[in-house]
């Protein structure tokens, strides 16, 4: 019963697999030719470090994932306590605070390139009426400031998804639990501490890795917002291989690119969960 | 028990400014559909302004170039999940119920693609497509969406059928009836609601899913979040019109939402924590 969903998968993995792994080998820009040329052994994998940013946007993407990771985590957190008090209206509360998650990202790209625009837009505007600091080529074009100003519509859209996942654990711990803390004299803190984190723990590590990888492929919001600018300051990995293979057509570099990322992307995987999730099983 | 006053007023100050900073910049986006273009980067910024219907009429009306595109991703976002989901639950089903040689090693697979870097696939499909002649069409969107909706939809539906009781299925065994009927008649019912809201969850990744049809679409498949664009030329910024297509763009995803209500938790975990 699994074999039809399993084997068009299958088709549909392997042949883009296959592709990269033949062409990083391989001589081939779609500008020069429609078909590969000869094999040139490692020289995509040279050029990747020579002629692309990558270590530039190996850096970005890191920066953006566990940077927004950790931000997304302790702001969701802090809500879903919030959420949690129980009080009359939270289920409307709940509902609103989906909404960003339903937007399309490269949407939520224009919303706030709109809010961020020129010196006319509102975010502009806001940091000049309470005298926030601002560089003079705007957030998104100053180097300082672009990968903050990138992340900034990323939280808005994924720190209601944590709250709302946590807010989920969180009411799954049993009330009786924190009442006989409470009994035995604890803080607040404490509760949180000792009783509700080692609760909702696993729940954390989950979708600690659902949204690592999710935050390691940033993609549209670069595009739709910085283009990878300014210079390379804001390109991701994803965005970089978007660019050598789709808008330069170098097939081979890109086919390497795309074996080194995988290559990397595995490895965070591997570490996370060897790190966080011993014994877990799917 | 006024302490207790303070800290709910407190708590409810708290969420309330969480809700503005989360619901403002949507709701300022929509705003930006239906204002005159003068208003639309004033300092101060207005708030207030008489309501024009203009950006929406000349999307989608005359000459109403988004129209078409708004079909492209309801028949796009249909397809997919026509496609996605009698796979999905046939596999799903067989995942959930019988002992396969390397389930674990299956599903972190279907992980991978889901979460994988979509740009990835972009390059071989762009050229695969180009190669046997449906280069530009729906259905080569539809078939390269499948990548991470099978896997998505998977996952979901194994959850949902992880939760049915086996013994129902297992007296109908005895009774002697088959795999398949076991399955049309027992299994499929029970699951409805994982089914529908398996289905809808696809649907709105298909339909956000920008990607793909980036690179995969031409002028006459392109999809409604690629119409976005077009209002963002070289030669001027409509910002009103970018709006007015990403406000009917967003209004079917958040509806489809707000009827999930209970189960958003979960699709969005892909069933592995059930709110």
């Known amino acids: 019963m699994i074999g039809p969903s399993f084997i068009f998968l299958f088709a549909l993995t392997a042949y883009p697999l296959y592709f990269s792994i033949k062409n990083a080998f391989r001589y081939w820009n779609l500008q020069t030719s429609p078909v590969p040329l000869h094999y040139i052994g490692f020289d995509n994998f040279k050029n990747v470090f020579a002629f692309t940013p990558f270590f530039a946007s190996l850096r970005n993407t890191l920066i953006i994932s566990f940077g927004g990771l950790l931000i997304e985590l302790a702001l969701g957190f802090i809500i879903a306590l919030a959420l949690s008090a129980r009080l009359k209206y939270v289920n409307i509360v709940r509902a609103l605070l989906i909404m960003p998650v339903t937007v399309a990202p490269v949407i939520v790209g224009f919303m706030f390139r709109y809010m961020y625009w020129d010196i006319v837009g509102l975010i502009p505007w806001l940091a000049n009426t309470i005298h926030f600091p601002q560089p003079e080529a705007g957030y998104l074009g100053s180097p300082i400031t672009v990968l903050p100003a990138l992340l900034l519509p990323d939280i808005w859209q994924w720190t209601p998804f944590f709250a709302l996942v946590l807010y989920a654990a969180i009411i799954g711990v049993p009330h009786e639990i924190i009442e006989a803390a409470k009994v035995d004299g604890a803080s607040p803190i404490r509760i949180v501490r000792s009783v509700i984190l080692p609760t909702i723990k696993p729940v954390v590590v989950v979708i600690g890795l659902l949204q690592l990888m999710r935050l390691f492929n940033t993609f549209d919001l670069v595009y739709v917002l910085t283009n990878g600018g300014p210079g390379d300051y804001s390109r991701t990995l994803s965005f970089s291989l978007f660019r050598e293979g789709l808008i330069n057509f170098n097939i081979g570099v890109a086919a390497a690119m795309t074996i080194i990322i995988l290559l990397i992307l595995n490895v965070i995987v591997f570490a996370y969960s060897k790190l966080f999730m011993k014994g877990t099983k799917f | ?275």
């Open chain 2, 1 to 275: 028990m006024r302490n207790n006053l303070i800290q709910k007023t407190g708590i409810s100050l708290f969420l309330l400014s969480i809700l503005i900073f989360f619901i403002g910049p949507i709701v300022w986006f929509f705003a930006l559909a239906i204002r005159p273009p003068e208003t639309a980067f004033q300092s101060p910024p207005s708030l207030f302004f008489k309501p024009t219907l203009e950006s929406l009429k000349y999307v989608f009306v005359t000459p109403g170039d988004s129209l078409p595109q708004l079909v492209n991703s309801i028949l796009i976002s249909f397809g997919t999940i026509l496609i996605n989901l009698p796979l999905s639950f046939f596999a799903a089903y067989a995942l959930s119920r019988y002992a396969i040689r390397g389930k674990s090693a299956i599903m972190g697979w279907y992980l991978g693609l889901l979460m994988g870097p979509a740009v990835v696939f972009l390059i071989p499909y762009f050229i695969l497509m180009n190669n046997i002649g449906l280069s530009g069409t729906r259905l080569s969107i539809i078939l390269v969406l499948q990548l991470v909706t099978i896997p998505f939809s998977i996952w979901l539906l194994k959850s949902f059928i992880d939760d049915l009781p086996i013994e129902v299925e297992e007296a109908a065994q005895v009774d002697g009836a088959g795999a398949l009927k076991i399955l049309s008649s027992i299994t499929l019912p029970l699951c409805r609601p994982g089914v529908i809201v398996t289905m809808m969850f696809a649907f709105v990744f298909a339909w956000n899913n920008v990607v793909f049809p980036i690179i995969l679409s031409n002028a006459e498949s392109a999809t409604i979040q690629i119409g976005v664009f077009s209002y963002f030329t070289s030669s001027g910024v409509q910002w009103g019109q970018i709006a007015a297509c990403a406000a009917v763009a967003m209004t079917l995803p958040m509806i489809i939402f707000l009827a999930l209500d209970k189960f958003v938790v979960r699709g969005l975990t892909f069933g592995s924590v059930k709110g």
